[in-house]
Every structure is written in C-alpha cells, then in structure tokens.
C-alpha cells in the first residue's frame, strides 16, 4: 500500500489571548496601526503614552481596481481630533509615497507638529508639497546618528537598506520598554551607493532588551535572502551589451538604486539614456544634487532627441511597469507618446515586483508589446530587479540581532502578516507573544507585558479624490462600482403642479446598461410601468415628488431585474409644470 503524507494546516491565529490587565491608562503604552495591516499601502503607526503621541509615517495607498475615480487613500486619524496638542512630532521611515503620501493632507489637519525625517526625504516631500497650495510644513532635518526626546519618548535611529537612499528604522525608547519599527527594509550586503545595514547597532539595541519589534511582512512569504542589488547590476550590464536594439526600462520612480545602475552602465558602454515620468525625472535630480546620482556629461539626453542616435545607443528609463494608464510606458506602447512608439527590435525590461491587483493589466501590457516586436525581460526569466523587502531568511537574522520579547508583523495583507508571524514563532517566539493585528486595534503594553485588546479606533478608508479629500464615502463608491458593472437609467416624468396628473409621456435615458435602440421592446414596457406608477389616484391632494420618486426607483428597479437580471442605478427625474 503506498504511503500518504498529510499536510497540517496552521490553524487561524487567535486574536485575543489575554486578558488585558488592569493597569491605569496613565502607564500603559499604546500602539495602534492604522495603515498598513490589511493591505500594501497606506501605513501609519501611532504610538501613546499618557499625554505624549509620536507618528510613524503618513503614507498613501494607490486604489484597487473596484475603485472608480479614486486617486488614493490615506490614513483616516480621527482619532487624533482633540489630541493635536499632545503629537510630539512625525516620524519618517523613508520617502517612498505609501510612507509620505499623506503627508499634505494631513499634517495641517494635525496642528502642523515637527516632521523628523532624513536630509534626502526631506527634499522629496518638500517636491512634492509645491503640488499643493497649503505648502507649510515643519519639516526637521535628521541622521541616523541624532536622538530625539519628544515627551516621554526617546527616538533613535539605525541604517537599514532598502531601494532608495537614507532608509531608516526607528527605536523608540518608552517607559514601558523599547519599541522598535523596521520601516521598509532588507539586508544587502553590497547595495549600490551605500553602506550594508549597521549590524552592530541592531545588536546593541537587542542587547539592551526590546519589548516588542514592529516589522515589515511585504516578503516574507518567500524563502531565504533577498538579492544585492550588486547582482542586478550585472545582469543589467550582460542585457545593455547583448542588445542590438533599443532598450526601455521600466520601474518604480523612486528606485533610484536601479536608476543609478542603468546611468553608471551607460556611461561605461558609451550609450545614451532618455528619463521619461514626472517623478522620476524629480527624484533623478534630488539624487543628482545630493551626489547620490554621478552622471557624466553628455549621457543624459531629451526624449526628443532619442530618434537622433543608433538604436542600439539608446536607453530610456521610465515609468509604468506596473501597467498605470497614464504612464509613460503605457502611453508609448499605446502610440500616445509624442516622441518615442514601440519598434520592432526593442527590448522592454520590467524592473519592478508586480503590486498586488496589477497582474492583469501588467498581463495586457506584456502582449501588445509583443505583438508590435519587442522582446520582453522580467524578473522570472533574469534577475533584473531585487525587492526592496526582507524575506524569510532576513527576518530570522533581525529577530536573533534585536530578540524582541513581542512580535508585531506590519506592512501587508493579512496573508503576509501570518507568514511573517510564522517565521517568528520558528524563531521561538510564543504564539501568545505575537500580535497579528487589524488596523486600529489597541496593542498595550505595561510592566513589561503586552496584549491584543478587542479596542479598535478608527481606520477605515480616506479617499482623495481630485482636490476633494474624504468626501467620497464608502456610498459613493458603492454607486461608482454600481454604474460601473450595471449603468443607470434616467426616468424623467412630467407632472402638473397642481393636480399630479402625468403631463406627456416619460422619457426613459439609458447609460451603460442598455443600447435603446436595440431594446425598444424593454424600453416601451418600462416607459408603460411609469405611467402606471405615476398615474395620480388623489387629484385632489397636492403631488408628493419624494415619494413618487422613491415609488418610481422601487418598481422600475424591480422591473428591470426581473427581465433582464441586472440592477441598474435608477435616477427618477420629476419635474412639475
């Protein structure tokens, strides 16, 4: 009989193992995670002790495709509402926007407290603040070397690597014990245009005794170490020499690492690059006047001077890998570019990990770039991009650097929070001692004890949407979603002011749900369920617009459903003459 092997599924993590204890609120230190725990995006950490606040990140979060007209969303922090005077100051991690891009939105709100953050992030969101009229910020320039005490708190800092320069994780000091936040981080032993992350001081802080460390889950359902971006550099160079043709890269604006290698490796091998994308061509020029970027002359050069030189010389860096419509690669595959199509012969690499939800439309671009003659390189057939993210093997190094008494996976969806926490519990951390959190759930922690409370402020999403900010609700995206999957129809009655008597015939207008002239038939018979509705059976009572409106949006509703099976938005127009 041949033998089976079962596989034991890990049971749901339990959210509540404890009891909270009854210490006063005066000595127990809050942590709430407000962003960042049920999604890739939006993070947001809040940390409290009796009258003191200090923030980690402000970030954004980019919308999912069920979210029609939605530009982003931020952190909802009305919790904060009549606190401001207590927020000691905002911390940042580094200047990638799911870190900084609520920033304008909210700081303001915030009462405008200090912002501590890095020499290069400070120059990043100072860009990126001229977008907005409110350009006041209190922004305070800081080293991975500086202290801070903000209230009961005392904040230091340690380098850690990531893909853009001046990354740093945060050790917060409290009376309760050292909390300590990774930000976005990995270990690379030989990164491009900086220093390995300061092992040395991990183990100093871990030494001293970490009550709980709060780290980044983005890869940590893969296993070993993440690459050196050394070893992407190669590749590139062996790609750039191989290619008779031109090359288009593209990848995240803010991964300067790999924008830096493309330049370096031009101005070895003597070819041009063209730097196309609003934000990257920003990023590109902070780097170059901090000295992260070393550029020689004559390498770099206009889009429009990209047909003046041999394909084969040609390099253009740009964004869209991951598929954004309005993106420079997208709008040059779709011929939109108004200096540079797709050519037969050209090489397309995708430097970049695929975002959740973008598989599909990365999919679409992939086959008409095809289709029109270039070669396609991604990151499953050559190591053309190293991830910004620990994986499994990182995190096992960091847990025996710091040897935190808790674990708090951070930064991913639930998924990669539960591969995160598993990683710690193989490291021989307690279940019990591991916080697998929702967003706005209250951790506490006091004398040297922590637990999960069933307590949750508010985290639900903020959407900004054009120049509006949280006035689209949940609602109003609900009626987006309806018009996008069943349209609407507009049912407009005439009746007479006086009387309610239907004046003429209704008008029946049909937008996204059907074509009116193919379904004159359904058209006809709706238009004869209005009359009847709104036909008058008290003439002499005055006309009730609202609940012939509700009426009308009932029945019709009702109608449609059941002859076609889908649920239009319904928009009864009543107009007295």
């Not at 001046?166 to 245009?193: A, M, N, R």
């Not at 970490?210 to 893969?222: E, G, R």
């Not at 015939?505 to 209005?530: A, H, M």
């Amino acid at each position: 009989m041949k033998n089976t092997k079962t596989t034991k599924l890990r049971p749901r993590r339990k959210q509540h193992r404890r009891k909270p204890a009854r210490f006063s609120n005066r000595e127990k230190l809050k942590i709430m995670v407000v962003g960042g725990l049920e999604e890739v995006g939006r993070n947001c950490t809040l940390l409290e002790y009796g009258d003191d606040i200090i923030i980690i990140d402000i970030g954004l979060q980019f919308p999912e495709e069920d979210m029609p007209g939605i530009d982003y969303i931020i952190p909802n922090l009305s919790y904060l509402k009549g606190k401001e005077k207590n927020i000691r100051g905002i911390i940042i991690t580094h200047a990638h926007l799911d870190h900084i891009g609520g920033i304008p939105h909210l700081s303001p709100k915030l009462g405008n407290p200090p912002i501590f953050t890095t020499r290069f992030s400070s120059a990043v969101i100072k860009k990126r603040q001229e977008d907005f009229e409110n350009k006041r910020l209190n922004i305070k320039e800081i080293t991975k070397d500086d202290q801070l005490v903000l209230g009961k708190f005392r904040v230091e800092f340690y380098h850690i690597n990531h893909n853009i320069p001046e990354s740093l994780g945060i050790v917060v000091h409290t009376p309760q014990g050292t909390v300590v936040h990774t930000g976005d981080w990995k270990f690379d032993y030989t990164p491009v245009g900086g220093e390995p992350a300061d092992f040395s001081k991990l183990a100093k802080i871990g030494d001293k005794g970490v009550l709980a460390l709060l780290s980044d889950s983005t890869n940590s359902d893969k296993k070993g170490h993440q690459i050196s971006e050394s070893e992407i550099g190669v590749v590139f160079e062996k790609i750039i020499k191989a290619s008779s043709g031109r090359i288009i890269v593209g990848t995240f604006a803010s991964l300067l690492s790999r924008m830096r290698q493309v330049i370096e490796i031009a101005d070895k091998l003597g070819k041009k690059v063209a730097v196309d994308g609003f934000s990257m061509k920003s990023n590109l020029e902070i780097s170059r006047k901090m000295g992260y970027v070393k550029v020689k002359p004559g390498t770099l050069i206009d889009m429009k001077q990209v047909d003046d030189f041999p394909p084969e010389k040609v390099i253009i860096l740009c964004t869209g890998a991951q598929g954004e419509g309005k993106a420079v690669l997208m709008r040059i595959t779709n011929n939109e570019h108004r200096n540079v199509q797709i050519q037969p012969g050209d090489t397309i690499v995708f430097s970049s990990s695929i975002i959740p939800g973008n598989e599909r439309t990365i999919q679409r671009l992939k086959d008409t770039l095809v289709k029109k003659g270039a070669k396609i390189i991604h990151t499953d057939m050559m190591d053309v991009h190293a991830g910004g993210h620990a994986k499994a093997d990182d995190v096992k190094l960091m847990l025996l650097l710091l040897k935190p008494k808790y674990f708090v996976p951070i930064e991913g969806n639930r998924f990669l929070l539960e591969e995160n926490a598993a990683v710690a519990e193989s490291m021989g951390i307690p279940e019990k001692n591991i916080f697998v959190a929702d967003n706005g759930q209250v951790m506490e922690f006091a004398h040297n004890r922590g637990w999960l409370t069933n307590n949750h402020i508010k985290s639900d999403y903020v959407f900004v949407d054009g120049l509006g900010v949280g006035d689209v609700s949940q609602i109003v995206l609900r009626d987006r979603q309806m018009l996008a999957a069943d349209g609407m129809v507009v049912v407009i009655t005439l009746i007479d002011g006086k009387t309610g008597k239907l004046v003429g015939s209704p008008d029946i207008i049909s937008r996204g749900f059907v074509y009116l002239k193919e379904n004159k038939g359904l058209i006809e018979d709706t238009r004869k369920l209005v009359r009847k509705v709104a036909q008058d059976k008290d003439k002499k009572s005055a006309p009730d617009n609202m609940y012939l409106k509700n009426k009308l949006r009932d029945e019709v509703g009702a109608f449609l459903f059941k002859r076609t099976e889908r649920r239009p938005m319904i928009l009864p127009v009543v107009i007295e003459v």
